[in-house]
């Protein structure tokens, strides 16, 4: 009897037990030598999710990342430099490394692909 319990009692612990395995994409950096798109690969940095929008639309606090308005207002603000992320704000600002926007950051993926559109020379393609 003693040896039935302990088994039930050794099924149930291991049975009861749920393991989630959580899987981590790792999303390989863009190619510099594939020109990236402003429309569909850098504006739903800004967009998707209200991500940057919820602050930065018509009205509210600059640049004006929505859509329609966000290459004109980078580039009227001087918020991205061609070629120099290091100097573009929209790059180093929100950065996953900086202390400057913590209340949103890109994801390591975002900050890459803005990298490497600035790097681009910035087109609104």
Same mark, same amino acid.
């Given at each position: *009897?003693?040896?039935i319990? !302990?088994?039930l009692s050794?099924l +149930?612990?291991?049975?009861a037990?749920q /393991?989630?395995? !959580?899987?981590v994409?790792?999303i #390989?950096p863009p &190619?510099? @030598?594939?020109e990236? %798109?402003?429309?569909? &690969? !850098?504006v #739903?940095?800004?967009t &998707?999710?209200n991500?940057c929008?919820a602050c930065?639309? =018509?009205?509210?606090t600059n =640049? &004006?990342?929505?859509?329609? @308005?966000? /290459?004109q %207002?980078? *580039?009227d603000g @001087? +918020?991205?430099? $061609?070629n120099d992320?290091?100097?573009?704000?929209? /790059?180093? /600002? =929100?950065? =996953?490394d900086?202390?400057?926007?913590r209340?949103?950051v890109?994801t390591?993926n975002? $900050?890459e692909?803005?990298?490497t559109?600035i790097?681009q020379?910035?087109k609104n393609?």
């Amino acid at each position: *009897m003693k040896k039935i319990l !302990i088994l039930l009692s050794s099924l +149930f612990f291991f049975t009861a037990c749920q /393991y989630e395995v !959580i899987k981590v994409e790792v999303i #390989p950096p863009p &190619d510099p @030598n594939v020109e990236l %798109s402003f429309a569909t &690969d !850098i504006v #739903p940095i800004f967009t &998707d999710g209200n991500r940057c929008t919820a602050c930065h639309s =018509p009205g509210k606090t600059n =640049p &004006d990342l929505t859509a329609a @308005n966000a /290459y004109q %207002s980078l *580039m009227d603000g @001087n +918020f991205v430099v $061609a070629n120099d992320p290091s100097a573009s704000l929209i /790059y180093t /600002y =929100p950065h =996953p490394d900086a202390s400057t926007h913590r209340w949103k950051v890109y994801t390591v993926n975002q $900050a890459e692909l803005l990298f490497t559109w600035i790097n681009q020379g910035v087109k609104n393609n």
